[in-house]
C-alpha cells in the first residue's frame, strides 16, 4: 500500500486528542467485578479519541490499578499476563486485574532502572505452558540480566528455572532494560542493554550493549554469525546498542527490529554492529572514536528531540487496513504511541497516533481482536518503586476505530 511522505499533509487536528460524548446507546457497559479482582473499563464516552491521517481512533482504559506495569502478553483463552516493574507478575481475566499475583516469580532487584521487564509466551504454548520473562537478577558483586522461565497453570508459575544469566554485571542505575522475542524459527532474541558503560558494547567478549539469539533452552544455535570465532561470545546476534526498549518481528520476512530508548528503530542483520558508543542518533553524545574500517549500521529511522521510544509491534490485524504491516513505537516521557511506516525505497517515515495521554507509554502489543493494546506508566513520578498520591496508576488501553 501507499503511505504519506514525509510531505505529506495531515489533518490539522491530527495530533491533539479531544474528549467527546457518545450517544448512550454507544455506551460499553459496566464490567461486573468478581470477588478478588479490580475493573476499570472505560465507556466510549469517556474515552479521548484523536485523529491521525487514516483513522479517526478512541482510545479505551481495559484495566488500571497496576504498579508500574512493564511488559505484558495475551493468554490463549483472552487473558493478559502483565508484568510489574517492582517484581510482580498480574493476571487481567475478562479486563479485570485479579488482586492476587501470580506466584512463583523469582527473587527480582528493583529500584535500578531494570527489575522485572519483558514477558513471551512459547510457541507451543497450549502444549508445554511454558512462560518466558526477563528481570534484573541479584549476582555477587551487583546485578545482571537474565530470562526466566515457569510453566503457568493458571494463577501460578511452577518449574522456575532460568535458561540464559547473561554476562553483564552492572553497579549502576539505568540502563537495565531487556525485551524478548521469539523469531520465526522459535529462536529467542534477547536485548541487554550497556549498563551505562558505553564502551562495553563493542566488547566481543561480554553480553552488555548486544542482542543475543538462543534456543528455548538457552544453547546456542549453530547458525549464530559469531559461532566459531573465539574473540567472540556466541550467542551474540548484533552489538553496539545502547539502551534497548522492545524487539519485534517483520510479519513478512520475519527479520528482527528493534528500538533504542535514545532514539531510534533499527532493522537487525545478523552479525551488525548498531554504533554505539562510536555514533548516536539521538539522546547519548558518542564517546569514542570508531577504529579504522569498522563497519557500523544505521537505524532506518530516529528522532530528535527523542520520544524516549519504549515498546515496538507491527501491525497485522484487520481493524486497520490502512496500517497493515506499519511499526507502532510508544513513547515514555512525550507519552505517545507513533506509527513508522516503511516506504518503498526503505526510507521510513511516521505519525504520532497520540500524544500526551496521561502516562509513559511502556509496551505495545496487538490483541487477537486485531486491536492494538499499551501499557502506560506514571508520567513523571514514581518510576521504580514507590506511587506518590499524584501518579496515576499504571494501565493496559486499548485503541479502537470510531464508527
Given amino acids: 500500500m501507499n503511505h504519506p511522505s514525509s510531505t505529506h499533509s495531515f489533518h490539522a487536528t491530527g495530533f491533539i486528542a479531544v474528549l467527546i460524548l457518545m450517544l448512550a446507546s454507544g455506551c460499553a457497559s459496566e464490567v461486573a467485578a468478581p470477588e478478588g479482582s479490580t475493573s476499570a473499563a472505560t465507556s466510549d464516552s469517556e474515552a479521548p479519541v484523536f485523529i491521525t491521517s487514516d483513522y479517526e481512533v478512541r482510545v479505551v482504559t481495559v484495566v488500571d490499578g497496576l504498579s508500574h506495569p512493564y511488559c505484558f502478553v495475551f493468554l490463549p483463552d483472552g487473558g493478559i499476563l502483565v508484568t510489574e516493574q517492582d517484581g510482580q507478575l498480574r493476571l487481567v481475566r475478562d479486563d479485570v486485574l485479579v488482586l492476587e499475583p501470580v506466584g512463583g516469580v523469582p527473587e527480582v532487584q528493583a529500584g535500578t532502572g531494570g527489575g522485572f521487564m519483558d514477558i513471551a509466551l512459547h510457541p507451543d ?33 511452577g518449574e522456575v528455572t532460568d535458561i540464559f544469566v547473561a554476562d553483564a554485571l552492572s553497579t549502576t542505575r539505568g540502563h537495565l532494560s ?22 562495553q558494547a563493542q566488547d566481543r567478549g561480554n553480553h552488555i550493549g548486544k542482542v543475543m ?53 533499527n532493522m537487525l542483520a ?3 554492529n548498531y554504533g554505539w558508543p562510536f555514533v548516536s542518533s539521538g539522546e547519548g553524545e558518542p ?9 557500523l549500521t544505521a537505524p532506518i529511522i530516529s528522532w530528535f528531540p527523542v520520544l524516549n521510544i519504549a515498546g515496538i509491534t507491527f501491525y497485522t490485524g484487520d481493524r486497520f487496513p490502512e496500517w497493515q504491516n506499519d511499526l507502532f513505537v510508544g513513547g515514555l516521557r512525550t507519552e505517545q504511541l507513533r506509527r513508522v511506516f516503511i516506504k518503498e525505497d526503505g526510507s521510513a517515515d511516521s505519525e504520532p497516533v497520540f500524544t500526551d495521554i496521561g502516562g509513559r507509554v511502556k509496551d505495545v502489543r496487538q490483541g487477537s481482536d486485531g486491536l492494538i493494546y499499551f501499557a ?28
Fill in 125 to 157: 504454548f497450549t502444549e508445554n505452558n511454558w512462560v518466558y520473562f526477563t528481570y534484573t537478577k541479584p549476582i555477587e558483586g551487583g546485578v545482571t540480566t537474565a530470562i526466566g522461565r515457569g510453566v503457568f497453570d493458571g494463577s501460578d508459575l
Fill in 178 to 199: 531487556s525485551r524478548i522475542g521469539f523469531g520465526p524459527d522459535n529462536t529467542i532474541y534477547l536485548t541487554v542493554s550497556d549498563v551505562n558503560v558505553p564502551e
Fill in 213 to 265: 539469539r538462543i534456543r528455548d533452552d538457552g544453547s546456542v544455535p549453530d547458525d549464530n554469525p559469531f559461532v566459531g570465532r573465539p574473540e567472540y561470545r556466541p550467542e551474540i546476534f548484533t552489538l553496539g546498542h545502547r539502551n534497548l526498549h522492545g524487539v519485534t518481528f517483520h510479519p513478512e520476512t520475519g527479520v528482527p527490529y528493534t528500538v533504542e530508548h535514545g532514539d531510534e528503530v
Fill in 270 to 272: 545478523p552479525g551488525g
Fill in 287 to 295: 564517546v569514542l572514536e570508531a577504529p579504522e574500517g569498522t563497519e
Fill in 376 to 403: 502506560t506508566d506514571a508520567p513523571t513520578v514514581g518510576r521504580f518503586t514507590d506511587e506518590t498520591e499524584d501518579a496515576p496508576a499504571g494501565r493496559i488501553l486499548r485503541i479502537e476505530p470510531v464508527g
